[in-house]
């Protein structure tokens, strides 16, 4: 998605080899990268970009052992975990499934915001907000009732991709991110009227009881692994009859799985569990890739919920 992270050790010596190492690692010679990588935790034991790339490193050499152990010391020299090294042992079983640290979305995103909409709408083919745009309409119909709504929240707003799609439809948008530098461009649109630098569940967590009559999420619970806190929030924050609509990318079977772009996939089983459990009404539930990766669709979810 972005460029790596990169946190200096503070050691001019330990930084150069870092970049030695890096440019051997996409050399293709590992082996030497990962000697290279070693020097530098060495001369900086606290260097959690050269344990993260040595984590990634010994993976790709097929040794998981000395890769966990790469990423325990990336995790323990950076605890809020901006490198995602967490996720890495997430994916290896050797941590159980959770959603990643707002460290790790927040410098993801923070990195990504200058070539956001050109590496997702040009190079993957991002249609996640047409799709929403759709869904709601359909469910609207669905109802007899008119596709306008007085206020709306866009969780994960990103760039302003989703209140650019449903802009004529909406008095009122509210755009909520983790992200500074993303929402530095939703701010540039003049779309919104308020904009909070939060993660999804604090910033409805924030916001009055029945105060939106629509909430938006685009490919935004790709970073939750568990969706009930997240699905309570909108059950309060919903007027009665009110919509939630979002995107995620889909597994097979009942549960979620952790991808290796490390985004959850939910299951179409569990999604219409976890909707219930939270007291909303599933109106539209569908099959629908709203990204591709490796030049094919990702398998994916479009869902609509009401407030009963």
Known sequence: MAARLFMSS???L????????????????LAAAATLLEQATELAPAFVSAWFTLGDIREQLGEADRAVTAFRAALAADPSDRHGAALRLMRMSERPLATPSPGYVQALFDQYAPKFETALVDGLGYRGPAILFKAVLAARNAVRKPAFFRRAI??????????????????????????????????????????????MVQGLAARSE???????????VIYLHDLAPLLRE????????????????SCSGEGISLG?????????????????????????LDEVSARDEDNM????????????
């Open 10 to 12: 503070g050691n001019l």
């Open 14 to 29: 330990a930084d150069r080899r870092f970049d030695f190492a890096r440019d051997l690692q996409l050399r293709g010679d």
């Open 154 to 199: 866009d969780l994960g707003c990103g760039t302003g991709l989703v209140a650019r799609a449903f802009a004529a439809q909406v008095d009122s948008f509210i755009g909520i991110d983790l992200s500074p530098r993303m929402v530095e461009k939703s701010h540039a649109t003049g779309l919104y009227a308020q904009l909070d630098i939060a993660d």
């Open 210 to 220: 029945a105060s939106a009559d629509l909430i938006l999420a685009a490919d935004a």
């Open 234 to 249: 909108v059950m309060r924050v919903l007027v009665p009859g009110g919509l939630f609509a979002f995107t995620a990318e």
């Open 260 to 284: 290796a772009g490390l985004r959850y996939a939910h299951s179409a089983l569990y999604v219409r569990k976890a909707v219930a459990s939270a007291g909303l009404t599933l109106c539209h």
């Open 297 to 308: 669709p990702v398998p994916g979810l479009v869902a609509v919920a009401t407030r009963p």
